[in-house]
């Protein structure tokens, strides 16, 4: 399997979609679970890094200024 790379600030888009009808996410939270929030009504989600890689996609686009 191919791994995917991806850091804080970076935009994804996720297999399942947010109830809002958004696939697309921001990661804002690093660690050994993975905070992430959809850019259309703004709410985070709390993920495993497990459970997180599954439901990854695709990374879209990389944020540096972040750091």
């Known amino acids: ?16 979609s947010h109830p809002c009808g958004t696939n697309k996410w921001q990661i ?20 495993p890094r497990r459970e997180f890689e599954r439901s990854l996609k695709e990374v879209i686009s990389s944020d540096s200024s972040c750091m």
């Not at 399997?1 to 399942?16: Q, R």
């Not at 992430?36 to 993920?47: F, G, M």
Request: proline residues 0%; contains cysteine.
């Open 28 to 47: 804002i939270r690093m660690g050994m679970d993975i905070r992430i929030k959809c850019e259309a009504c703004k709410r985070s989600v709390l993920l």
């Open 1 to 16: 399997m191919n791994a995917k790379s991806y850091n804080l600030g970076d935009s994804v888009i996720m297999k399942k």
